[in-house]
């Protein structure tokens, strides 16, 4: 499943073919979206935000289409008129005068007043977006220690939308491993410079990502360097102190550490 910085990136990309523009047509797959299609021509999209791994689209009119693409979706930017060659399933298709974005096999998709999608359940659920540009490492600290996760361990909590939104199974590996923690610990167990390196990991990590385009490749990005440092690497040496990087299955999900400066 794409994580927080794959899915602001791909926001990016629609917000660049379509925001501000009038669209000149609106079609749906699904029958209950089906009313919606007139309503939206004519209509400006005013705003495409991320709220973690879900996208919001919002319409001059007040409507806001709220959509997550889960394992499967994907979003695609073309010319109007145009479908690319794939075995997908088309969902949306939202067309202006010069570009198209079209939205493929997600099947969480809802479109209402932007009132009644806030309060939609995942969106009620997940915590703050870790690429709010607005949180800050004393926030990542104070809900570190919140009743709700301070007696969870760090393996499944990363993963939970409710504690910080947008964190995957790649961004849970690198940042414990920048901060030289093991995923068994607890954050009410940590002490304070421990507090501070995971906060600090836990915002920076997940920024670095994106802003360096967030590709899955070992060696250096555009601009600033973004590494895997162990996800992916069972069986190399640890950059941090040469110990071979392990592999095992955590939440279901695979995970690598390094035995050596994890503890």
């Known amino acids: 499943m794409p994580e927080g910085p794959e899915i602001r990136r791909a926001a990016d990309k629609l917000v660049e073919a379509v925001e501000g523009k009038v669209l000149t047509s609106a079609w749906f797959a699904f029958p209950e979206l089906k009313?919606?299609?007139?309503?939206?021509?004519g209509q400006t999209v005013t705003a495409i935000e991320t709220r973690g791994k879900a996208l919001l689209t919002h319409f001059s009119s007040g409507l806001c289409m709220y959509s997550h693409n889960q394992l499967y979706g994907i979003w695609k930017v073309t010319e109007p008129g145009k479908r690319p060659e794939t075995k997908r399933d088309l969902r949306v298709a939202l067309e202006t005068a010069d570009k198209a974005i079209l939205l493929y096999s997600a099947s969480d998709i809802e479109l209402a007043p932007l009132e009644i999608i806030l309060q939609h359940p995942f969106l009620q659920r997940i915590g703050p977006d870790v690429l709010d540009m607005k949180l800050t490492e004393a926030d990542i600290q104070t809900r570190l220690l919140n009743k709700a996760f301070r007696r969870r361990q760090l393996g499944g909590m990363l993963l939970d939308q409710t504690f910080l939104a947008g964190l995957g199974n790649y961004l849970r590996t690198?940042?414990?491993w920048a901060a030289e923690l093991l995923p068994h610990h607890k954050p009410e167990s940590l002490s304070e410079l421990q507090l501070d390196k995971l906060a600090h990991?836990?915002?920076?990590?997940p920024r670095l990502s994106y802003q360096t385009r967030g590709e899955m490749n070992p060696d250096h990005h555009h601009g600033a360097l973004f590494k895997f440092h162990v996800f992916a690497r069972e069986g190399k040496a640890c950059e941090r102190c040469g110990t071979i990087i392990q592999k095992t299955m955590l939440s279901s999900r695979p995970f690598y550490y390094c035995g050596g400066c994890q503890e």
Do not use: H
């Open 35 to 41: 009313v919606f299609e007139q309503q939206l021509t």
């Open 201 to 205: 990991a836990l915002i920076s990590i």
């Open 174 to 176: 690198e940042i414990l």
